[in-house]
């Protein structure tokens, strides 16, 4: 088995080469610019050593599955350009009119169990399979989103938890490269338990999170943080870093118990730390559509929610399961599955509220 299973598709060796500068699309140059001079080297924390092959894939056009097929992966100009009324195009501008979103997005319920990381992983795969660009940020102690995304908990050595905490580690040193192509991660471990308490002594404590995703918002479309099953300070960090809030609500007898908690949280946030969050909306998930039972709930978060409520339901499917095992989102494991379908369809709503 090959030991590095993101050696395919290191968006990170694309993205901040040694020595080239990022390059800007749409945008005025200065938000690029900034990002790869806010991304701090980090000197005393190190990711393990990439392989050399991993270097030269980033260099192939398979790395860059988003790029037109015959163009190579521009690393430097062939020869200085003439002076460019619009900036250089960054390697991934072929598929259309670029723009960096950088929409943030908290995938939130204080409930566990209700599907917050399957969408978190799912929902990810599926915009970058439309081409966004797209960071998940494992925020989660129990680390189920990089167990699902293949990592092996005890082999992470650099965490969200030290991006949180440790002022000498940027984005750039936690950044991980899925087997997905335009898909990263962020990941945790247990370590990130301890933060709760940490952050407690902390300045400013509920907007480290917000801080230290600021660079993340020049370079990716968008950044899902999949948030653990409490209302405690990560939890209030990843409102307080978010643009919106996505809420996955499990199709059950007891699902809108808590929500009441919940609005109250993400109110609560709005007043006080981030004025411009929103509710970008809640997806019913694991319904199982033969029985009633699950179509009344479904019915009734309808009633409760209204337009909030995307069109888009995720059945309930052994498939999810599976692919987390596998390490892969079930849009890699059973990409013709209605699961898979189901997350390519709130992607579409996603992106429709989103812009
Ligand atoms: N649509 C679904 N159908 C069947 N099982 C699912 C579905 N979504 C999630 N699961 C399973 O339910 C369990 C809890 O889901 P998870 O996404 O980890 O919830 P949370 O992150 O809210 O705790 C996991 O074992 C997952 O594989
Ligand atoms: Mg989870």
Redesign the pocket.
Known sequence: MNSNPYSQHNLLAELFPPDDPIDEVDRPQEPAVQAAQVLPTKTVVKRKPAPAKEKAAAGTPEARPVAAPGTPVARKPPSPPDPPATPAPAPWQERGSYRVLGQIVAVV?Q?????????TINLGAALAEQGSRVLLVDF?PQG?LSVGLGLNPNEIEVSVYDLLLDRTVGLKDVVTPSKVPGLDLVPSNIDLSAAEVVLVSEVAREQLLKRCLEPAQAIYDYVLI?CP?SLGLLTVNALTAANSVII?LECEYFALRGMALLMDTVGKVQERLNPELQVMGIVA??LEARTIHGREVLSRVGEAFGEKLFKTV?????K??EG?VAGVPILAYAPSSN?AQEYRDLAREVMDRAS
């Open positions: 319920n409930k566990g169990g209700v599907g917050k990381t399957t969408s989660d189920a999949d099953p996955p998930t694991m995720i059945h309930k499917t052994i999810f399961s987390s699961g």
